[in-house]
């Protein structure tokens, strides 16, 4: 039941297009959340939320949103950097997702993003693979499989049945493993979102939360990366 209501999510997440109604506002489309039109566009939801009088999060198909408040060409906000103890949104760092024609075009790697920022919040617990809770294997595994992509359980499994991946060609849904005991092999995973951040079920934090690669504790422990995603196929 769980794999298939985050499926029936995805497929009404990202049925949706574009359309403009001038330089600075939006027409909502079916499917639209405010959380993607801030990630396409580098504002924050609650810059949107002020524009417009929101009070909620609610939008609906044909609802017209303002972006920006003045006439002066559009141009996106700079990016700010999170910290995994920062009280600021992380829809402010997101990179841009792909577009064409003005038309939203989700590739599998944005789908995964997108929905493993759904999951912040969610309590660990270690073992845990559902909402009640969940810790940072099952986080991945649970997304994936989602996909129909096969991961195994562990993090250790992971890391060693994922393809490498060096520094340089990280995208994306690409898997970033830790060093959090004496052994080995890594004993933390998370999901790479793009401008150094990741998605992980924190056990110190009690939560599924957004970190930063650049944070001294993660780079230092920093195990490598490793991917599950073929680009040149439909996964």
Do not use: W
């Amino acid at each position: 039941m769980l794999k298939k209501a985050i499926i029936i999510f995805i497929l009404v997440t990202f049925h949706s297009t574009v359309i403009f109604a001038d330089n600075f506002t939006y027409k909502v489309k079916k499917g639209d959340t405010l959380f993607r039109i801030a990630r396409r566009y580098n504002i924050s939801v609650e810059d949107i939320k002020k524009l417009n009088n929101l009070k909620g999060n609610h939008i609906k198909a044909g609802q017209i949103l303002v972006l920006k408040e003045d006439t002066e060409t559009y141009t996106s906000l700079p990016l700010r950097t999170l910290s995994s103890s920062s009280d600021e949104s992380v829809n402010e760092m997101l990179p841009s997702p792909p577009h064409e024609n003005n038309e939203f075009l989700p590739n599998l790697r944005d789908q995964i993003v997108e929905l493993a920022l759904s999951f912040q919040g969610i309590p660990y617990k270690r073992g845990g693979m559902s909402f009640n809770g969940i810790d940072c294997s099952g986080l991945v595994s649970l997304i994936f499989k989602s996909f129909g992509i096969d991961v195994p359980r562990t993090a250790r499994e992971q890391f060693l049945m994922g393809e490498p991946v060096e520094m340089e060609e990280l995208k994306p849904g690409d898997l970033l493993f830790f060093f959090t005991q004496r052994t080995s092999l890594p004993g933390h995973v998370g999901i790479y979102v793009g401008n150094s951040l990741f998605v992980h079920a924190s056990r110190s934090l009690r939560k599924v939360v957004v970190s930063s690669l650049e944070e001294s504790y993660f780079i230092k422990r920093l195990a490598g990366i490793r991917r599950f995603i073929n680009d040149n196929s439909n996964h």
